[in-house]
């Protein structure tokens, strides 16, 4: 799987709009298969990546039922809400390690580096957390779940000099490329799904498999 990622002229303005001038002509890439059995629920995940000289921006758009947020605080348990992540190695050797995005639908975030799946961990620090602008269309706290269809939006940007402290850093520019995938997955609510962009071929459920990982094309 690959993505082209298109340069922005200026700052984003981050407020949820999927469709705003400047997200509306970014293809949006789709995260639609599963890991595991079929799960019941497969809700239409979806989303695009914009940069410019400063930061990576990201927004995620999932038309979902069954949806809960309870995690509190950096670094809590937001897999087992409902949450889009971004994982991605900011070059192309996979050896090096890889960042983990995990943000649940009320905006509450994990933010890692890791060598490989639980080797050499490191927590980004609230400093640096705080410095990753996020916009969340639903309330902090989801509880009990909506069980209604529902379509919520995450939208955020990652400064580069964040990611500088935890790993070498290949800056996004014309002909750059990263390794990445997206997933989508709700592992304690009613109806838990694992959902990737790329494909994981792996008999059970895990998104820690940067072997896996498609490609991010910068323009």
């Known amino acids: 799987m690959s993505y082209q990622v298109p340069k922005l002229g200026q700052p984003v303005k981050l407020d949820g709009s999927w469709d705003k001038d400047v997200w509306k002509k970014v293809p949006a890439l789709d995260i639609k298969s599963y890991m595991g059995e079929k799960p019941e629920h497969i809700p239409k995940t979806q989303a695009k990546l914009l940069y410019d000289d400063n930061s990576i921006y990201v927004i995620f758009r999932v038309e979902d039922r069954y949806v809960r947020a309870i995690a509190k605080g950096y670094h809590g348990p937001v897999c087992e809400d409902s949450c889009a992540e971004f994982f991605f190695t900011p070059f192309t050797d996979i050896s090096q390690g890889y960042f983990n995005v995990e943000m649940n639908a009320g905006g509450t975030m994990l933010f890692h580096h890791q060598r490989q799946r639980g080797r050499e961990v490191v927590q980004v620090s609230k400093a640096d957390c705080d410095q990753v602008e996020i916009f969340h269309s639903l309330p902090k706290i989801i509880d009990p779940e909506i069980t209604e269809p529902i379509t919520w939006i995450l ?65």
């Open 155 to 219: 939208e955020y940007r990652i400064p580069y000099r964040v990611l500088e402290k935890y790993a070498t850093l290949t800056r996004p520019g014309p002909g750059v490329t990263w390794r990445a995938n997206f997933y989508k997955c709700a592992d304690k609510t009613s109806r838990p799904h694992w959902l990737t962009w790329s494909v994981v071929d792996r008999p059970t459920p895990d998104f820690h498999r940067p072997e896996y990982f498609g490609t991010l094309e910068f323009k």
